[in-house]
């Protein structure tokens, strides 16, 4: 079993819809996650991190970790064309190198 | 300061061929990651430095693959003897973390990437 699964979708939603992106883990001794956000032929950008218990949320994105079941969830309300992207979980490793999922690609039509 | 830079963008490559990449990390960031990314994957962790001490190398990093970062600045990655299963986006990231904060929260900001393709 991989350390983080995630869908890769593609997901297409038209504008203005509630986006939901989730992601599995296997390994509870992880501490926080991060959300990145890969627009195409770019490096990731740091969206949004939450620790390992509780809801974080910053603007239009909620994060949320289920520590029970090992499930991360990044919600996306009102969704924008420009919100079409790549959605990475990545929760850091022993050595604070990142362990990605396989990234869920978004697509939002106008 | 604009972030992290990576040098080339593209590079293109016969079989058989060394390349090498280089990593401008975000000054005064002591810790600098290389990581590979394939085409519907995620990025993997290949190795990273904390200032000029490469503290940690994945199993994906193999004898051909060699990473420097001499002054603890800049850092160069070489393939050598390329293959086309070495053909990627090669990431690298730049954060800053203490020596006590090892698993506290660690922002690693990214470069553009550089893409190789080994024909």
């Known amino acids: 079993q991989k350390e983080v699964e995630q869908d890769p979708g593609p997901l297409s939603v038209p504008e203005g819809a509630i986006v939901s992106l989730n992601c599995t883990y296997s390994?509870?001794?992880?501490?926080?996650f991060m959300w990145y956000r890969q627009y195409s032929r770019k490096g990731p950008e740091l969206l949004m991190y939450?620790?390992?218990?509780g809801n974080k949320e910053d603007g239009r994105f909620t994060a949320q970790v289920d520590k029970s079941s090992k499930y991360i969830s990044l919600f996306i309300r009102d969704s924008q064309p420009s919100d079409s992207a790549t959605y990475l979980c990545?929760?850091?490793?022993?050595?604070?190198?990142?362990?990605f999922g396989k990234g869920t690609k978004l697509s939002v039509k106008p | 300061d604009t972030g992290v830079s990576q040098d080339p963008r593209h590079k293109i490559t016969k079989r058989g061929q060394n390349v090498t990449f280089r990593c401008d990390p975000i000054?005064?960031?002591?810790?600098l990651y290389w990581y590979r990314q394939t085409l519907g994957q995620g990025p993997e962790f290949l190795t990273y430095?904390?200032?000029?001490?490469?503290?940690?190398k994945s199993r994906l990093l193999s004898d051909r693959f060699s990473a420097e970062r001499p002054k603890g600045s800049f850092s160069t990655l070489e393939i050598q003897r390329t293959e086309q299963g070495d053909s990627a986006m090669y990431l690298c990231?730049?954060?800053?973390?203490?020596?006590?904060?090892?698993?506290?929260?660690?922002?690693?900001?990214f470069g553009p990437g550089t893409r190789l393709t080994v024909l």
């Open positions: 990231a730049s954060s800053f973390l203490g020596w006590s904060n090892s698993s506290s929260y660690n922002e690693q900001f």
């Open positions: 390994n509870s001794a992880f501490q926080y």
């Open positions: 939450t620790y390992s218990s």
């Open positions: 990545a929760p850091p490793g022993s050595q604070g190198n990142l362990i």
């Open positions: 000054s005064e960031h002591n810790r």
């Open positions: 430095f904390q200032n000029e001490a490469q503290l940690e």
